[in-house]
């Protein structure tokens, strides 16, 4: 079956064209971006403009159509946090599915947080035991870690890397100053997190996913996502520390000219860097594995479960009065 999950991010309306079935990987057959950066398009009160629901509007049409031209037979149309954060963001759904008649399906942090560790726990296997991911966006934060497909706790923090750039950065570079006083806020955030994340016990491996830790991982001496899935990429935090505090120095367009650095993220990067520092930190996690599956991923994988469970005719209810 092809399906197109159509992610309304903080920096991209991606659209991920998957040839999948139940039981199986999802098989990315194509791949559409447009890079819209919708944490720019708000006004000073943290409204969508105008000029920023068209941009959108024309970026989901257009993903639409792509769709089409693909064969994809089902669409799941989900935003996060650029819009479910918004001032005005149910007027903002209202108006794309009145000009698209796409619905888009605002997911809250916990389900960011839940989705994309089901990825990761496909990608990696029962065998990695007790997984703690983190996955850094350009509105948020996300934090999760357990033993099964659900994790144990979830939680979404707003540590994105545009969010963060927007809020905390007025220079480029930026001033010692402005970095200093993000990263103590960084770490005051993610502190308050890690009680609750950590009575579960230390975990087995730390996984991490977003472009945020790819584009860190390549300038570490990572594979370029040009060698394939399949090859193991690793982050160290000690590698984080060294770039974070060389990216302190470098203007955006500098940075932009760095191995694996797009233009569009080289401006966020250093707010991203310094999310990772402080996590990889405050979990004492010395290294990072790199998971290709994300939240597209998670859902489609979900989406099949719940495929499979209709099927059978086994909800939860059902199962557990079996058992009796």
Known sequence: ???????????????????????????????????LRLVDHLDKDGRITD???????????????????????????????????????ETVLNEVH????????????????????????????????????????????????????????????????????????????????????????????????CGPMLRFGPPDLGVATSKTFKQLARMAGAAPSAEGLYVRRTLAHADVVYWMHQMAQLTTAQRAELPGVSVGRAGQLLAGAIVADAAMDLFSVERLEICPWALREGLILRWFDHLVDSAVGVGDADFNASLG
């Open 1 to 35: 079956m092809r399906l197109g999950v159509l992610d309304v991010g903080s920096n991209t309306v991606h659209l991920l064209v998957m040839d999948a079935h139940s039981g199986a990987r999802p098989w990315a057959a194509n791949s559409h971006k447009t890079e």
């Open 51 to 89: 000029a920023g629901i068209d941009a959108l509007v024309d970026a989901v049409t257009e993903s639409v159509s792509v769709a089409t031209d693909a064969g994809v037979e089902q669409v799941m149309a989900f935003a996060t946090s650029a819009i479910r954060d918004a001032g005005n963001g």
């Open 98 to 193: 009145k000009r698209t008649g796409v619905t888009l399906e605002v997911l809250d942090g916990g389900d960011e947080a839940r989705l994309t560790f089901l990825a990761v726990r496909r990608w990696f296997g029962w065998s990695a035991g007790r997984l703690l991911l983190f996955d850094i966006g350009g509105g948020s934060l996300e934090l999760a870690t357990g033993i099964d497909s659900e994790p144990d706790t979830a939680t979404s923090l707003p540590l994105g890397a545009a969010r963060l750039t927007r809020d905390w950065f007025s220079s480029d570079p930026p001033t010692e100053k402005e970095v200093s006083a993000l990263r103590k806020h960084v770490r005051a955030e993610i502190a308050r997190a």
